[in-house]
């Protein structure tokens, strides 16, 4: 069993800033995920067991850092540059059977409870 408590949503006008946190009981493979009302879940971002290979969604390259702090069994999705497509509920997930980190939402064993993130333009 793997915990996550994700915090750090809210309201933001375009091009401004969060950070969102979600802190595990302990440490897996992490991504984040967001469902915009009416559509699918995609994927944001991702990183490894370690913290040494990160993967982005080509609509947050550049705009999204995600990042781990493996002492607190923590990671963090810092993004700017907001836009409002970027309006949605964030999720962090945990992939026990992945050490090198996955876009794939089939692979992650456990989600958050998911934050809010709304962008007003």
């Known amino acids: 069993q793997v915990q996550l408590v994700e915090s750090g949503g809210g309201l933001v006008q375009a091009g401004g800033s969060l950070r969102l946190s979600c802190a595990a009981s302990?440490?897996?493979?992490m991504g984040w995920f967001r469902q915009a009302p009416g559509k699918e879940r995609e994927f944001v971002s991702a990183i490894s067991w370690s913290g040494g290979s990160t993967y982005y969604a080509d609509s947050v390259k550049g705009r999204f850092t995600i990042s781990r702090d493996n002492a607190k069994n923590t990671v963090y999705l810092q993004m700017n540059s907001l836009k409002p497509e970027d309006t949605a509920v964030y999720y962090c997930a945990a992939a026990v059977g992945v050490v090198a980190g996955t876009r794939l939402d089939y692979e992650y064993d456990y989600w958050g409870q998911g934050t809010q993130v709304t962008v007003s333009s």
């Open positions: 302990r440490r897996t493979a």
